[in-house]
């Protein structure tokens, strides 16, 4: 099966990030969101991307304009009947994305593929919403999208063998670094990276060291390019919550059990450099640490 052109359902970081590589690499891409504003907001978003390229020397201003008419903005997701492949990346919860499935089913031809950007939900649980798990897979990025190599490939129970075909062609089309991994909560990266942060909050609820010490140590001394505070904050904190709680109700384990700083921080809104406040301050436009995080 050729893909020519792709719908991405969610223009916020992750599917605005989606589009703009499919569409660099030259798919024809539908991007939806169910408001206006979220949709103008991702497109703004991947012509500032563009641009910062331009400036930078590495995209030439008319490759810039080649990728952006390749991008249809929407609210409907009718359009999705003359697309090829429609992967979500809305919000990490598994009944709206069940919701969305059982919409895109009723409308899709039969030709057309499913893939999901989910970051923890076993892409078998989410297939069942729809009437071709066999055309079902996930297609999870990592952020921000035009920057990350990695996409993991995920088979669910019943993906076909030539479903997962098309989606290695087009993550290798696309210039990215594909690894099949087996169905499960958390998937490969996000499994390892939560027991990592479940630790990271261990220690920080211990006292072991700040969480300013603690980022400086793991960029430093494991090397890794951002602290796992620094990173969460830039990811958001209610996706990392969401990921621990799928790990947790699956697994049953204590380890997975979410860190009750980290609920208390997405209770209170404080979600990370997108409202301002994480486990960093951003409100001055810096990132200070804060003072006021009770643990």
């Known amino acids: 099966m050729e893909i020519k052109r792709?719908?991405?359902?969610?223009?916020?970081f992750m599917g605005s990030g989606i589009a703009q590589v499919m569409a660099a690499a030259g798919y024809e891409v539908v991007l939806m969101d169910v408001a206006d504003g979220f949709v103008r907001k991702g497109m703004a978003a991947i012509e500032k991307n563009l641009s910062g390229s331009v400036a930078k020397g590495k995209l030439a201003e008319a490759d810039k304009t080649a990728t952006l008419g390749r991008i249809i903005?929407?609210?409907?997701?009718?359009?999705?009947?003359?697309?090829d492949l429609v992967i979500e990346a809305i919000i990490e919860n598994r009944q709206a994305k069940m919701d969305l499935y059982r919409?895109?089913?009723e409308i899709c031809p039969p030709h057309v593929l499913f893939a999901s950007n989910t970051s923890s939900i076993p892409i078998t649980e989410l297939?069942?919403?729809?009437?071709?798990?066999?055309q079902f897979a996930g297609m999870h990025f990592f952020s921000p999208v035009p920057v990350m190599k990695l996409v993991e490939i995920i088979r669910g129970l019943k993906t076909a063998?030539?479903?997962?075909q098309v989606i290695r062609e087009l993550t290798d089309r696309i210039g990215k670094v594909g690894v099949f991994v087996k169905d499960g909560p958390g998937f490969l990266v996000n499994r390892v990276n939560a027991a990592l942060r479940n630790e990271v909050y261990n220690c920080l609820a211990e006292g072991v060291a700040t969480i300013e010490d603690i980022d400086k140590a793991l960029k430093f001394g494991l090397g890794h390019p951002m602290g796992p505070f620094e990173l969460q904050d830039f990811t958001g904190l209610d996706i990392g919550l969401a990921v621990m709680e799928t790990l947790w109700e699956n697994f049953k384990d204590p380890k997975w059990r979410p860190a009750l700083t980290l609920r208390k921080l997405v209770a209170s809104g404080d979600l990370g450099?997108?409202?301002?406040?994480?486990?960093?301050d951003y409100t001055s436009g810096e990132k200070k640490?804060?003072?006021d995080i009770n643990l």
């Open 6 to 12: 792709i719908m991405v359902v969610g223009a916020g």
């Open 127 to 134: 297939a069942t919403a729809t009437k071709r798990p066999d």
């Open 289 to 291: 640490p804060r003072t």
């Open 73 to 83: 903005a929407t609210t409907e997701l009718t359009p999705a009947r003359d697309c």
């Open 103 to 105: 919409q895109l089913e």
């Open 161 to 164: 063998d030539a479903t997962v």
């Open 273 to 280: 450099r997108k409202t301002g406040k994480g486990w960093y």
